[in-house]
């Protein structure tokens, strides 16, 4: 069995997986029904003291699955801070769920939310929750509800706070003095220039970063012509194919401030999206709607996973994956350009018609045309293919497939559809 134990923010995690912000950190009962399959953190739900729509009463969950398969795990989570009332929470629920993460060896992280930056505030709130004895306190800078169509000087607080490298390092700077407890800034996918924002609340104190809160949506009933679900249009984008985004965005800040620790969230639903999370620089990883859409077993399956992962490929500790592509990461803005571009492609599919069912998906997905079936095989026009290699991808052959893409000039393959393509361009001659 591997030693998943993992060591953030100086608690010693029993393993990476953890629950981030929401329901299950509110109260104690909600707390224990995660912690008993073996979390090795946990993370409160958001308390505060705003009046106003920042306090919505009730949650409205809606998912998007009768509307086809590709939406399974998709929904619009409408829920605002938490429920309860701030001082209530610091002195009933809050201490219970520390007890009860410790008394189970998982960290608990309380979390905060405020409006605007004002220091007596935000300062205040890190005593009340330091007071707790709470291992860490992440402030909620990165919800997406205040942003749903307001003026950012309206409604200032969650992903507003999170979008501009001053305010962020602002907020952090008084949080981060008034209390000796670590303090972790949450993310915003919405933030256009995420690398910025986490060097600002790095250099200005913070202990770790949280990437990410969610994005936010809005689905439309087509056969009533009316929005569906909630009473109101938007709310919260939940789901696994968001974790592309979320995951790129967590990126940019660990491709920048490497090292640095890093909470990773967003559309992590198994144990090789954490893992997925973990080699892309985070130091652990926490579902959240996947526990609403497939129940709190999924926790438990993601540790497992992991454990059984780490045994196949000889991983000792998460130490062993963890980066692992942060190096690779890049825009193709900064790849180079090719002078064959608007010629013949030097790159193109090598069809093995010993593998190849003749199944003719290659030639119906091919974007340029440049596949037709010819005796059941599929025949690659040089001149009109551009070696893109979806074809490749697409191949429903098991073991590989029944196409490689190949270099001209050596013949040697470039992409087997594992992995990354082979950086080819960089031996061509260059424009
Ligand atoms: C029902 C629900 C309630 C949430 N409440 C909070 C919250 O109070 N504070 C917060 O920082 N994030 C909150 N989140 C955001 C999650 O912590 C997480 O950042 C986001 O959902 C992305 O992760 P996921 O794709 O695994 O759900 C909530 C998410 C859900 C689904």
Same mark, same amino acid.
């Given at each position: 069995?591997?030693?998943?134990?993992?060591?953030?923010?100086?608690?010693?995690?029993?393993?990476?997986?953890?629950?981030?912000?929401?329901?299950?950190?509110?109260?104690?009962?909600?707390?224990?029904?995660?912690?008993?399959?073996?979390?090795? @953190?946990?993370?409160?739900?958001?308390?505060?003291?705003?009046? +106003?729509?920042?306090? @919505?009463?009730?949650?409205?969950?809606?998912?998007?699955?009768?509307? +086809?398969?590709?939406?399974?795990?998709?929904?619009?989570?409408?829920?605002?801070?938490?429920?309860?009332?701030?001082?209530? @929470?610091?002195?009933?629920?809050?201490?219970?769920?520390?007890?009860?993460?410790?008394?189970?060896?998982?960290?608990f992280i309380g979390s905060i939310g405020a409006a605007g930056?004002?220091?007596?505030?935000?300062?205040?709130?890190?005593?009340?929750?330091?007071?707790?004895?709470?291992?860490?306190?992440?402030?909620?800078?990165?919800?997406?509800?205040?942003?749903?169509?307001?003026?950012?000087?309206?409604?200032?607080?969650? %992903?507003?706070?999170?979008?501009?490298?001053?305010?962020?390092?602002?907020?952090? +700077?008084?949080?981060?003095?008034?209390?000796?407890?670590?303090?972790?800034?949450?993310?915003?996918?919405?933030?256009?220039?995420?690398?910025?924002?986490?060097?600002?609340? %790095?250099?200005?104190?913070?202990?770790?970063?949280?990437?990410?809160?969610?994005?936010?949506?809005?689905?439309?009933?087509?056969?009533?012509?009316?929005?569906?679900?909630?009473?109101?249009?938007? +709310?919260?984008?939940?789901?696994?194919?968001?974790?592309?985004?979320?995951?790129? *965005?967590?990126?940019?800040? /660990?491709?920048?401030?490497?090292?640095?620790?890093?909470?990773?969230?967003?559309?992590?639903? /198994?144990?090789?999206?954490?893992?997925?999370?973990?080699?892309?620089?985070?130091?652990?990883?926490?579902? $959240?709607?996947?526990?609403?859409?497939?129940?709190?077993?999924?926790?438990?399956?993601?540790?497992?996973?992991?454990?059984?992962?780490?045994?196949?490929?000889?991983? *000792?500790?998460?130490?062993?994956?963890?980066?692992?592509?942060?190096?690779?990461?890049?825009?193709?803005?900064?790849?180079?350009?090719?002078?064959?571009?608007?010629? *013949?492609?030097?790159?193109?599919?090598?069809?093995?018609?010993?593998?190849?069912?003749? $199944?003719?998906? $290659?030639?119906?997905?091919?974007?340029?045309?440049?596949?037709?079936?010819?005796?059941?095989?599929?025949?690659?026009?040089?001149?009109?293919?551009?070696?893109?290699?979806?074809?490749?991808?697409?191949?429903?052959?098991?073991?590989?497939?029944?196409?490689?893409?190949?270099?001209?000039?050596?013949? *040697?393959?470039?992409?087997?559809?594992?992995?990354?393509?082979?950086?080819?361009?960089?031996?061509?001659?260059?424009?």
């Amino acid at each position: 069995m591997a030693n998943l134990t993992t060591e953030f923010l100086g608690f010693q995690c029993k393993n990476p997986v953890g629950v981030s912000s929401c329901d299950f950190g509110e109260t104690e009962w909600e707390a224990g029904r995660v912690i008993e399959h073996g979390i090795g @953190w946990l993370t409160g739900k958001t308390i505060h003291k705003i009046d +106003g729509p920042h306090h @919505w009463p009730r949650p409205f969950f809606y998912s998007l699955k009768k509307f +086809g398969p590709d939406l399974k795990d998709v929904w619009v989570c409408s829920q605002m801070f938490s429920h309860i009332p701030y001082d209530e @929470w610091m002195s009933s629920e809050g201490p219970k769920i520390v007890k009860k993460c410790h008394d189970n060896n998982v960290m608990f992280i309380g979390s905060i939310g405020a409006a605007g930056d004002d220091a007596d505030v935000w300062s205040t709130h890190m005593r009340d929750m330091a007071s707790i004895g709470v291992d860490a306190i992440e402030l909620d800078t990165g919800g997406p509800h205040a942003t749903f169509g307001a003026e950012l000087d309206q409604l200032d607080c969650g %992903a507003p706070q999170a979008m501009d490298p001053e305010k962020s390092g602002k907020i952090i +700077g008084i949080c981060s003095k008034a209390v000796d407890t670590p303090i972790i800034f949450k993310a915003t996918p919405q933030c256009v220039n995420q690398a910025a924002v986490s060097h600002a609340v %790095a250099n200005a104190g913070a202990a770790a970063i949280t990437a990410n809160n969610s994005l936010y949506g809005t689905w439309i009933d087509h056969e009533t012509g009316t929005f569906y679900g909630g009473p109101y249009a938007v +709310g919260g984008l939940m789901g696994r194919p968001w974790q592309i985004f979320s995951l790129a *965005k967590l990126l940019e800040t /660990t491709a920048s401030l490497k090292g640095f620790p890093i909470i990773g969230v967003g559309g992590i639903f /198994t144990w090789d999206d954490c893992v997925r999370y973990m080699m892309a620089g985070a130091t652990v990883t926490g579902l $959240c709607s996947a526990v609403y859409s497939r129940g709190v077993g999924v926790l438990k399956k993601a540790i497992e996973g992991m454990d059984a992962f780490m045994d196949r490929k000889g991983y *000792k500790s998460t130490k062993d994956f963890y980066g692992m592509v942060v190096d690779d990461f890049g825009y193709v803005r900064d790849w180079p350009r090719e002078e064959w571009m608007a010629k *013949k492609s030097p790159i193109l599919p090598k069809v093995y018609e010993d593998k190849c069912t003749g $199944c003719g998906t $290659c030639e119906t997905v091919c974007p340029y045309g440049a596949i037709a079936m010819e005796d059941g095989l599929p025949k690659v026009d040089e001149d009109v293919c551009m070696g893109c290699g979806w074809c490749m991808g697409h191949c429903p052959v098991k073991d590989g497939g029944a196409i490689d893409m190949i270099r001209t000039d050596t013949g *040697k393959v470039v992409w087997t559809g594992r992995g990354v393509h082979d950086k080819w361009v960089l031996d061509y001659p260059q424009a």
